[in-house]
């Protein structure tokens, strides 16, 4: 009887892209009850809203691109991670128009039109986000502050009602739910600290608004830090890197760290630039998206060190707040280039094989 | 001194050439193909903008300006500029003929090429001085060839991706300098000039 | 060198980069110790068992062989003979499947079995060490012994080194899940590897000789060390377990430190490298005299009720091995089998990474197979579906990580994807060792090896390509020169004898025409010929007539009759064969009668061929052949000639309908007709016009097919 | 009076940079063009004439001073490729007229086979074959050198008795390829 002809290796170590994937998002779980517990509603509600979104794109594109197995591609959990990474992105309160358009872009543009899982060079989550901030700044900076310090209750219906209406039921604008007690509208730990240092006010000063509560930024801390227990399991369980998100976070520590001794009252300290925006969310979820970011080990803490560069010089310098998505793109785009120059040497080559070829 | 690093990285990161001033797209688009077209064409460009925000500086303010024939500027300037492009080629050509060959039409087109001609005239409208202009002149080469490089690194990997059949070449590349810019938009503001 | 030697005493290795843990499973048949086999009815022996050359065949069909005869001597240093396993009669030599992943047939002996398993003659060697180096190296060519790791590199050329090496490496590792054979062998038979050893250290006298072996094996550890125990050179080092520690670049990082050069072998860096199977076949080859005929033989996998080790003679078919150790062949029993492809679960020969499925069951065991893997369905689901389940790649990095060579697979598989050759041979595709780890782990479950290896393949078909045309180049090179040179050597001989007509006639004229008439016969016969050669284009009679009359016209009667005697002669011998235009120089009497009866016969049956297309040439050449015993002259030969192009022209008309065609065949025909009278060798414009036509033509051809074959569907 | 002042100007200037050009021009003068060599080294030198130029060379020359890419049928797809590469230009399919020469059947290369019965010892093909890869001489028996022949088949139309026939070289182990089909491996997208 003929036996069938198979080629080796025979074996496999059943590991699966898509268990990789739902790891990925279950490690993101942490972060969006954080989210949920100080900021409400708002963000998973677009999360959901996204998911959806992508799903139907990806859907979409697949069919017309006929595709076979159409089902095992959808549900490889890269749409969903996208959804779920630009859905944790964005304001809570932004209406809900903005994660629709938002997962639509990242979807067929950013990913689908380069041809799919594995051959677009920028990661879709933070593109779209890039794309929305620029076209819709108004929309992308309505950042709600903590529930704590709202005169407003925001339950699940009423979020609902703000995120789809863009007033609450009582009536009240987004602008107003923004508006603090004392009359001033609230923003961003970073945001406010920014405007702050422009007026000329020291950190100090400046530190003791409410927004900043008892350490360094009330909820964006603990939303952070559970982040970074998330990546920790994943680094744990080999789902990522290493390399890239501690190159990333040594290196804001350092840039931080110089400004801060050299003008401590004009610079916000280290951990505030770890503790605040999306800086954990960034060097664990994002930035070690293997599909956008370098493939050996130097290239990695290249990348890592350039991204975290970059966000300390757009966070201190530049004129958006929180630079982790402009710095991730300008990474992704790096990455091509520095894998050119950071090929590991191989068993029986003397130099790394860039010198040797050029020699 | 601190100004002028200012300018220079204002240049080359703030308001790039090819992706927040729009300049200079047709040979970012050509030579992309391939690294190393795209590095000799950014050693050719750099030689050539920096030379030519110098000469023209030159020419206008100690020939135009003391002869009050401002309106000769931008004739003026397309001769300097050509002048310079014809002699780099001739440097191209006999350095590495290989360069030469890869550059190919692209070489001579560096003439026509905006940015080159929109340093220039850039330079006068913002009334740099000498030491200014030059290092305008550098500071826009860098930022050219930055973008380029990396534009063709990413290029020669999407030459292998299965992007859908109408997308294939240019389209993509186009759309692939879009999200550059957007990218590139994040520096808005970091020099305040 | 010392610092190493430090080193391995304090046990503290080297490590060399990734590297995976696939589950052992070497349970299953570790536990049992080597089985003996029953003979087998049939032994088939394939001749080439190696990598080399075959052997010449010392047998024919219908000899009887004993038990350790030589079947085939090795003639040139890359060939390693075969030996008969056991006594029997050679019922067969003809082409079989072998034990290859194409599945294709070499030339094997066919071996009847007698069960009697009566031996050669054998003297014993009591003592080696009084052999000299040439006389051990000569033994164990003679003994047919080729790597049996997994390789299979002729033994003796590689222990044929100068000695004084650095390192006598011994490969124990036996990295791969399921095989324990080594295992055994060396628990049951170490002291005879030990004598291998030091046959080994007697011809090359290395430095140090190391035995790597995994501390998985702790029994054959122990066995090794007490039977080595008395020798102080001989150091046995116990690796971590870690695939693929067993590859020879790997396993010569972890005990020396070193690398081998890209591209080069151990040997340019001192050191050699065996493996204990090959070492035990060299003691059996030197002391007992017993040639490599048998070998240790894991069978293993869940389809097998009683998996084991067997001592396995050399040519058994793996149906006997499946019989012997109980293959149940689960698929046949649940009819759910899917595709009809699937016929039946994979058979490995070889470990579950480096292995490679055998089509069917006739193949025979050789030299180099050191395991049988019969995996149930629920053990390797990977090896059985039918259709490989591939993602795209997400570029994770895991087989990056896991590559023993430090090569990038993610890179590779992108421009092995593309057939970007040049791009991978710059990301060092030759230097992947086909192990299989990255594929092994790669969570979208990439084929990697596979893209590899059809990489690798067709780099090398375009390396042979392009020495080829540099061949064909310089060939073409060297022709033209040569073509150039005769039309020189032509022209220069044409101007010597148009000097020499002119100093005759000067000659002539000075003294009263006492010249002999024979100067100016040879001038008037040059001149006839010449003539001949020019208008070679115009063949018509009147031609030579006015070359006849200006001769008249300046020489005397005599030389003009001689001179017309020889263009009479030209003249009939061109009428007669206007088609085949033989060379008309050589006026060559035609004395193979023979061939020209059978060159009628063969256009008249070739014309009848090409009438029913699916008739054989070669058997109408037949039938040209016992026609032709009639031979008749040279008119015959004729005759054929004239017969054939006829034929040639009425078939091309026939086959073609459109008149369009017909021109093109006019033009092809004139063409033919054309090239007939080219007299000059180089005339390249015509034959290129020719060229272009029947590319033209066969264009045309394949045009009409293809619009025949769209019409169809 | 301004006109003639600027065009004066002007004239100075450009008259000033032309000498600079002049003097360059000399000291940089550039002679040849080493193109032809390297485009040749790429082609497959069957020298089978199939692209309407006779041989390699002259048509190595040809595409060096613009002539299409895509003639040359032996070397195929890869060549044209390589050729682009060489000269930067993007890759053109094959020239539709010239028939793809790789046998369709097998992907083994073509390879001509003189059937000996039929042979007359005419010597037509030797004059014609390009690489000198047919043995023999006038009236006596020809054969071909199977690894010599570059399957340019220019000896097929010679022949009077039509005893020439090209044939695939035989699939062996050695030139046995993994091929990927033989394993249904379903690329994804």
């Known amino acids: 009887m003929a036996f069938w002809i198979a080629s080796s290796p025979h074996n496999h170590n059943k590991a699966e892209t898509s268990a990789l994937m739902r790891l990925v998002i279950y490690a993101l779980i942490p972060g969006i009850f954080a989210q949920w517990y100080f900021f409400g509603w708002g963000n998973i509600i677009h999360i959901s809203l996204a998911v959806f979104t992508a799903l139907f794109c990806e859907f979409i594109v697949l069919s017309i691109r006929n595709k076979n197995n159409i089902s095992k591609q959808l549900f490889d959990g890269s749409a969903v991670l996208t959804a779920v990474l630009l859905g944790i992105c964005l304001p809570a309160i932004a209406p809900w128009w903005i994660s629709i358009i938002g997962a639509m872009f990242a979807i067929v543009i950013v990913k689908q039109l380069y041809g799919g899982l594995g051959h677009n060079p920028f990661n879709p989550a933070m593109a779209a986000y890039v794309m929305l901030l620029i076209s819709f700044p108004l929309q992308m900076t309505s950042w709600q502050p903590p529930l704590t310090l709202m005169t407003v209750d925001l339950d699940f219906a009423n979020t609902l009602n703000v995120i789809f209406s863009g007033f609450t039921k009582e009536g009240y604008s987004v602008e107003q739910l923004r508006t603090s007690v004392d009359g001033f509208t609230m923003a961003t730990p970073l945001d406010t600290l920014k405007t702050d240092l422009g007026i000329g006010f020291t950190v100090f000063e400046s530190i003791e608004k409410n927004v900043f509560g008892e350490h360094f930024a009330l909820g964006w801390e603990w939303i952070n830090f559970a982040f970074l227990l998330g990546g920790l399991v994943l680094i744990a369980k080999k789902a990522i890197a290493w390399q890239t998100p501690v190159s990333f976070l040594s290196s804001l520590f350092i840039c931080s760290f110089i400004a801060y001794t050299i003008t401590p009252d004009s610079s916000a300290s280290t951990m505030f630039h770890w503790m605040t925006g999306g800086c954990m969310l960034g060097a664990f979820f994002i930035l070690t998206d293997p599909v956008t970011g370098a493939t050996s080990n130097k290239g990695r803490f290249i990348i890592g060190a350039l991204a975290g560069l970059l966000v300390y010089l757009i966070r201190t310098f530049g004129g958006y707040p929180d630079g982790i998505a402009f710095s991730i793109l300008l990474c992704n785009m790096a990455a091509p280039l520095i894998d050119q120059y950071t090929r590991p040497r191989t068993y029986g080559h003397h130099t790394n094989t860039k010198q040797e070829e050029a020699k | 001194m601190t100004d002028y690093a200012l300018l220079l990285i204002g240049t080359v990161l703030v308001n790039n050439f090819v992706l927040v001033q729009f300049l200079g797209l047709c040979p970012f688009m050509g030579v992309s193909s391939r690294t190393e077209t795209a590095i000799g064409m950014s050693f050719a460009t750099t030689f050539v903008m920096t030379l030519a925000s110098l000469l023209s500086y030159l020419v206008t303010t100690y020939i135009l300006i003391p002869l009050n024939l401002e309106y000769l500027t931008t004739m003026s300037f397309i001769l300097v500029i050509a002048v310079v492009v014809q002699f780099t080629e001739m440097v191209v050509h006999k350095t590495s003929s290989s360069l030469y060959r890869l550059l190919g039409i692209f070489l001579p087109l560096i003439t026509t090429n905006c940015a080159v001609l929109g340093v220039a005239l850039l330079n006068l409208r913002l009334q740099h001085n000498f030491f200014e202009s030059i290092i305008y002149g550098f500071g826009a080469a860098v930022g050219f060839s930055l973008v380029l490089v990396m534009f063709s690194a990413m290029r020669e990997k999407l030459a292998n991706a299965d992007v859908p059949t109408p997308f294939k070449g240019a389209a993509i590349a186009m759309i692939t300098a879009g999200l550059m810019s957007l990218a590139f938009m994040g520096f808005a503001g970091l020099v305040k000039i | ?713 | 009076m301004n006109i003639l002042l600027a065009i004066l100007v002007l004239g100075v200037i450009s008259a000033l940079f032309g000498a600079l050009l002049g003097y360059a021009s000399i000291r940089f003068h550039v002679e040849g063009d080493p193109i032809a060599e390297q485009l040749d080294a790429l082609l497959p030198q069957t020298q089978c004439g199939q692209c309407g130029y006779p041989g390699c060379k002259p048509y190595a020359e040809a595409v060096a001073n613009g002539e299409a890419i895509n003639k040359c049928a032996p070397g195929g797809e890869d060549t044209i490729k390589k050729i682009a590469d060489l000269l930067g230009v993007d890759v053109q399919p094959l020239d539709d007229n010239h028939e793809q020469d790789d046998s369709s059947q097998s992907n083994l290369p073509k390879v001509a086979f003189i059937i000996e019965e039929d042979c007359i010892g005419c010597t037509k093909c030797i004059q014609a074959c390009p690489v000198d890869a047919i043995l023999g001489a006038a009236k006596q028996m020809h054969t071909i050198l199977s690894d010599e022949c570059t399957g340019c088949d220019l000896c097929v139309a010679p022949c009077p008795v039509d005893c020439i026939e090209m044939r695939p070289t035989p699939e062996t182990i050695q030139n046995w390829q993994w091929d990927l089909n033989k394993i249904a491996v379903k690329q994804i997208g």
Request: charged fraction near 25%; charge should be positive.
């Open chain 3, 1 to 713: 060198m010392e610092s190493i030697i430090e080193r391995i005493n304090q046990g503290k290795f080297w490590h060399f980069h990734g590297g995976i843990h696939p589950p052992e499973q070497k349970a299953t048949t570790s536990d049992k110790p080597i089985k003996q086999l029953s003979l087998p009815k049939q032994l088939v022996l394939p001749l080439q068992q190696h990598i080399g050359r075959q052997g010449d065949l010392l047998v024919e069909v219908g000899d009887k062989v004993l038990k350790g005869q030589a079947l085939t001597q090795s003639s040139n240093p890359m060939a390693v003979p075969v030996h008969a396993p056991t006594s029997g009669t050679i019922s067969a030599i003809k082409k079989s499947v072998i034990a290859h992943p194409s599945g294709l047939s070499e030339l094997c002996l066919f071996i009847d079995v007698d069960g009697e398993d009566t031996w050669k003659k054998r003297e014993i060697c009591q003592d080696f060490s009084q052999l000299s180096r040439q006389e051990i190296i000569t033994k164990i060519s003679n003994a047919g012994i080729a790597g049996m790791g997994g390789a299979g590199f002729p033994t003796h050329i590689k222990v044929n080194t100068k000695p004084d090496i650095n390192f006598l490496i011994i490969n124990a590792a036996e990295c791969e899940p399921y095989i324990t054979s080594d295992d055994l062998l060396m628990r049951e038979q170490s002291e005879a590897i030990v004598d291998g050893i030091k046959i080994l250290d007697q011809l090359l006298n290395p430095a140090f000789i190391l035995i790597g072996i995994e501390n998985n094996k702790p029994q054959a550890i122990k066995a090794l060390q007490q039977a080595t125990k008395h020798i102080e050179k001989i150091k046995v080092c116990v690796l971590p377990t870690k695939y693929p520690t067993g590859g020879e670049k790997q396993l010569i990082k972890i005990l020396t430190g070193k690398e081998v050069d890209s591209g080069s072998l151990p040997i340019n860096s001192g050191i050699v490298v065996q493996n204990v199977a090959t070492c035990f076949a060299i003691s059996d080859a030197v002391i007992n005299d017993i040639p490599l005929i048998r070998r240790v033989v894991t069978l293993t996998g869940k389809a097998l009720s009683k998996p084991q080790n067997f001592w396995v003679l050399l040519g058994t078919q793996v149906s006997y091995l499946l019989e012997q150790a109980g293959f149940v062949n689960e698929d046949n029993n649940n009819q759910n089998t899917q595709a009809s492809l699937q016929t039946s679960p994979p058979v490995i020969m070889g470990g579950p990474l480096m292995g490679f499925s055998i089509l069917n069951e006739q193949v025979p065991i050789v030299k180099t197979s050191n395991c049988i893997l019969a995996p149930s369905k629920t053990e390797m689901p990977s090896a059985f579906d039918n259709s490989s389940n591939e993602v795209e790649c997400i570029r994770c990095g895991q087989c990056a990580d896991v590559c023993p060579s430090q090569l990038l697979p993610q890179e590779m598989q992108w421009s092995a994807k593309a057939k970007d050759h040049q791009q991978l041979t710059k990301l060092n595709l030759f230097d992947c060792i086909d192990c299989g780890a990255c594929a092994y782990v790669c969570p979208s479950q990439i084929p990697l090896v596979q893209y590899y290896r059809v990489a690798k393949a067709e780099i090398r078909q375009q390396q042979q390509l392009d020495i080829k045309s540099e061949k064909a180049k310089a060939r073409f090179e060297a022709r033209k020169l040569r073509l150039e040179q005769e039309k020189i050597a032509r022209q220069a001989k044409h101007e010597k004898a148009a000097a020499a007509r002119k100093a005759t006639m000067n000659k002539k004229s000075a003294d009263g025409g006492t010249a002999s008439s024979a100067v100016a016969a040879a001038l008037a016969r040059v001149k006839a010929k010449k003539a001949a050669d020019q208008n070679k284009a115009e063949t018509a009679e009147p031609t030579n007539q006015v070359q006849d009359n200006n001769v008249q016209s300046e020489k005397s009667q005599v030389k003009a009759a001689i001179a017309r005697a020889k263009a009479k002669r030209l003249a009939n011998e061109q009428a007669t064969k206007p088609a085949i235009d033989n060379n008309v120089q050589d006026s060559v009497v035609d004395d193979k009668k023979a061939r020209v009866a059978a060159a009628i016969a063969k256009a008249k049956a070739k014309k009848a061929a090409e009438k029913e297309p699916s008739s054989n040439p070669d058997v109408s050449s037949a039938e040209a052949q016992n026609t032709s015993t009639g031979a008749d002259d040279k008119k015959a030969r004729i005759a054929a000639a004239v017969a054939k192009a006829k034929a040639k022209k009425a078939t091309k008309k026939e086959s073609s309908s459109s008149p369009e065609v017909s021109s093109v065949e006019e033009q092809n025909i004139s063409t033919d007709d054309a090239q007939n009278t080219a007299t000059d060798a180089d005339d390249k414009k015509v034959r290129i016009a020719a060229a272009v036509a029947k590319a033209k033509l066969k264009a045309l051809d394949r045009a009409k097919q293809a619009s025949t074959t769209n019409s169809e569907e």
